[in-house]
């Protein structure tokens, strides 16, 4: 039995999100707007316990209530008492639509920098600390500035995704191998790892670089084969981009996430992280452009609006692509296997017809009209399985840059307050609440910040060329061998019947 203050004190809290129990696994289900009495909140591993209006008591995820004192728990450092990983569980192919839209609970932390102070972006160009934290270089490259790239282009590999359980069995949790190339050597992480790993990167980068939101945090369902294996695709797919970047793939915490040497190594990285100093607009103090000139502003405010114009032309060229894809998805899987089932049928029909005539001297004709129904009736299946072979890797590949788009307004947004922070610099002076010596240091900080944009700017570009020329080849190609399957398909009927 408990006997702590937060198993004795109730607290009443607000349902976010709605939330269904599984059956037979001690959970609550609740509805957006309820409110709610938290009876116990030490569960850990992501859940407290509650009890709704009408007496009943269960388990609750955190992240779907907002508790009205604030009060949180830290359960990292005993979670990984938890017992070990037991049972695997087998892939299987993607559901319907192969992508779904990212959001949810993840959604209300994409706008978050936390470094930011209420005067915004000056924190940064008036600030009179010295920089802390490792340089992170801007180049001049073939395309303009660039980050600095690492010789060894960093990987993971995620895999192995095993149930594992804790609280004597009653709570369950997926827990992921995740392999990076660096050491080949697997370190066990659970979605709420990641989450944690999202969540640093975007207080210490989300200033200077868009840091796409995870795949959606799913309670009800999370067992299940078809899920597991989709968000393990998805959580592969976000740790190879963040590999791709080389800030991100070389920051100490990203390294720590990948090759962690045993729980205190992790226990204590962790701490350190969460004690960084240099977090939101202060990240932009570590950057330096070697060699580079400074920039004018108005071509500093140029570049950001250039950038600005073609994030959202992007961002709607993306969306439409995907709701296409959708509809061409329902398509498939719906009318036009039904169709080709319907003609395949018709053909069968019209040979029973020609066989119940007695004449002896079509068999051939029969024969082969009821195998081209039949082939019809197979085309019909293989236009249903068709979309998780090629649409699904393209609609993934939007998917993702959907996420990472929807950052850029944000990011963009702290380079447009810095740009009307400067133009301000002149009355600020008059006004005596900065020095000529200030107004100097802010321009030369803007244009800093506008060299990071640029870098992360060709860092995208680069980027989107690689997976765009990559995933289209593999959409057409599958494109192509699934039109030659058909056609080959259609000439074997074709032979069957007598040329006359």
């Known amino acids: 039995m408990c006997f702590t203050y937060a198993c004795l004190v109730s607290t009443q809290a607000q349902v976010l999100y709605d939330f269904t129990a599984e059956p037979g696994n001690n959970e609550l289900s609740v509805r957006e707007g309820e409110t709610i009495t938290i009876t116990n909140q030490t569960i850990g591993g992501g859940w407290i316990e509650a009890k709704n ?6 388990l ?7 508790v009205s004192n604030g009060a949180e728990d830290d359960e990292w450092d005993e979670e990984w008492d938890d017992v070990k990983s037991s049972g695997g569980y087998a892939e299987s192919e993607a559901g319907e639509g192969g992508a779904i839209n990212r959001g949810g609970a993840h959604a209300s932390s994409l706008c978050r920098f936390p470094g930011f102070s209420k005067s915004g972006p000056e924190l940064y160009l008036l600030s009179k600390q010295p920089a802390k934290g490792t340089k992170l270089p801007v ?13 060894y282009q960093l990987d993971c590999v995620v895999a192995d995704p095993k149930k594992g359980s804790k609280m004597y069995g009653l709570k369950s949790y997926i827990e992921y191998q995740v392999i990076p190339t660096t050491t080949n050597k697997p370190v066990n992480h659970r979605y709420k790892h990641f989450d944690w790993l999202y969540e640093r990167l975007l207080e210490k980068f989300g200033s200077a670089i868009p840091i796409p939101s995870l795949p ?12 597991i294996k989709m968000r393990m695709e998805r959580l592969q797919g976000w740790m190879s981009r963040m590999c791709r970047h080389p800030v991100i793939s070389s920051s100490e915490v990203f390294q720590l996430f990948l090759s962690y040497k045993d729980e205190k190594d992790w226990k204590m990285g962790k701490r350190k992280a969460e004690k960084d100093e240099t977090v939101g607009v202060m990240v932009f103090s570590t950057i330096e452009p070697e060699g580079l000139p400074d920039l004018d502003m108005i071509e500093v405010e140029q570049k950001c609006e250039q950038f600005n114009r073609f ?12 709701t296409i894809g959708n509809e061409h998805w329902k398509r498939c899987t719906g009318p036009l296997p039904k169709e080709y089932q319907r003609i395949g049928k018709a053909f069968q029909n019209l040979s029973s017809v020609f066989i119940s005539s007695g004449y002896e001297g079509e068999a051939a004709l029969t024969d082969a009209l009821t195998a081209a129904g039949k082939t019809y009736e197979e085309i019909a299946q293989m236009v249903a399985e068709q979309p998780k072979k090629d649409l699904h890797f393209l609609m993934e590949t939007n998917n993702e840059y959907k996420g990472l788009l929807g950052c850029f307004p944000d990011t963009i947004g702290v380079h447009k307050a810095a740009i009307e922070k400067v133009k301000e610099a002149d009355k600020l002076v008059a006004a005596g609440k900065i020095t000529p010596s200030d107004k100097i240091t802010m321009s030369k900080r803007a244009s800093i910040m506008s060299y990071s944009l640029q870098a992360e700017m060709n860092h995208f570009h680069s980027n989107r060329i690689y997976d765009y020329n990559r995933v289209m080849q593999q959409y057409l190609e599958q ?22």
């Open 53 to 58: 209006s009408r007496g009943e008591v269960g």
């Open 216 to 227: 959606d945090k799913q309670v009800t369902g999370r067992f299940e084969e078809e899920f």
């Open 311 to 322: 994030t959202r032309a992007m961002d709607d060229g993306v969306k439409d692509l995907l």
């Open 479 to 500: 494109q192509v061998k699934f039109y030659e399957m058909i056609a080959e398909k259609l000439r074997h009927a074709h032979s069957q019947f007598t040329t006359m």
């Open 60 to 66: 609750v995820p955190e992240d779907y209530i907002e």
């Open 139 to 151: 180049y001049t490259g073939e395309v303009g500035p660039v980050w600095a790239y690492p010789d």
